[in-house]
């Protein structure tokens, strides 16, 4: 009597799967003939394409000013070409980003941008920042097969209309419920945008609201509008002065991602003439040394030796109540003394910075996975994994909403790229960016014309190669 009653109610769940699985199927289609056969929908503003690009510093345009990044360029050779057809290219390039990040916003920025397809360019980060990275998750050779296996089950499942709503309604409810903070928000930009147009008009002259210029500029610096935020701190009010804290933090971050190294130099030097004993300006001053080490061969050596002794130098200005700051300069120190070569200096650095953050799990793994291995071929291979984890778990997500995923590989590459293998795998588009580059510089282009000072992002030119190269590719789908 038992098993008989198990029996029905297994009869009953088929049937209820049954059922539901073709009225999608039956709806589905209903759906998609009438969205075909409506003509006045070819004349609604339905005719708007919406193409996501997410990635690191390679998407957001590091090495070009504003506006010359490849998504930007890309939705204007998009619009110029096609007349009836209208573009909207968002960028979600975010730099020092790794491929597990991208697959933990993912739902969260399906559901924002809306987008018709994804451009994904994404790996470089993997193996030097390590936040948020399914690298544990990979370690092990049998977690790998088992990750494997519910990938394939996941592609196959896929193929269900109930397993696809399930799984749409989960991942809603999961993303709805979970605190992302996203300082790159549609609506935020939108009120932000519209605020700042009045924002001559409402605060010029007026002393009383100094602090409106400051925090306007910060925005505009959160905006990536570096010439802007640059011009809304020099039109303060006098008694605004460079020497202050706040200013003089923010123009040096702004003269930074311009890449004014000197400029930034200058004004941080200024500040510390006045403050000869603050922590966090020795700090930030031996950051712009570093960064400007990192981003050019000249004089690479001083200005490392310079961000080292400022580094240093900062220790024992700070008091034991800001030992995250501490941490912070030994961790510094590690990456610093990695760079240069000096590697059992670096493991010492990062013992250190472990000693004042030691539940911070970034150093940890860095401290773990970077410095003790020093990148051995097993440690690459768990590399590999969690990139086809990710970019595997992000494509079938993708699937899941109906959202075209197209992988893009970085402009070295030309050939072997993994990017092109997991393409292949999961049966998906792929671009091969690195071949435009690769046949400009055997044309006798060289790297000035189309890379930036750091030899590794690449200049506007070479932002616009990327654009043009999948302009090119996406014109056989258009």
Known sequence: MFKQKILLILCALIVIFLSLEISLRVAGFLYYFYKINNKTLNFSGKNTIRILCLG??????????????????????????????????????????????????????????????????????????????????????????????????????????????LRIVTLNLKNKFKSITDSFDITGKKNFEESTENLNKVFIGDADKKEDYLGAAETLYIERKFSAAEKMIKEMPENYKPEDKRVCFLLSNIYCEQERYDLALITMEEYIKNNPKDPVALFNLGRIYYKRGRTSPIAKEENFEQATRLFEESLPYIDSHNLLLKGEVYFNLAQLYLDKGEKEVAIKMMDEALKYRPDNSVFRQFRRVILEPFLSSEENEIFDKVLYYDLGSIINLCRLYNVTVILLNYPSENQNSIRKEIAVKYKVPFINIGSGFAELLSNGYNYKDLFSNDITHPNANGYRVMAETVFEALKQQI
């Open 56 to 165: 690191d510093s390679f998407t957001f345009g590091v090495g070009a000013e504003n506006g010359n990044d490849y998504p930007r360029q890309l939705e204007r050779l998009l619009n110029e070409n096609y007349q009836y057809k209208k573009f909207i290219v968002y960028n979600r390039g975010i730099p020092g980003q790794n491929s597990s990040m991208v697959l933990k916003r993912l739902v969260h920025n399906i559901n924002t941008y809306r987008p018709d397809t994804i451009l994904l360019l994404i790996g470089s980060n993997n193996r030097t920042v390590l936040e948020d990275s399914n690298y544990y998750l990979c370690k092990k050779a049998e977690t790998g097969k088992i990750i494997n296996f519910f990938l394939k089950l996941d592609i196959a499942l896929s193929k269900l209309r109930t397993y696809k709503l």
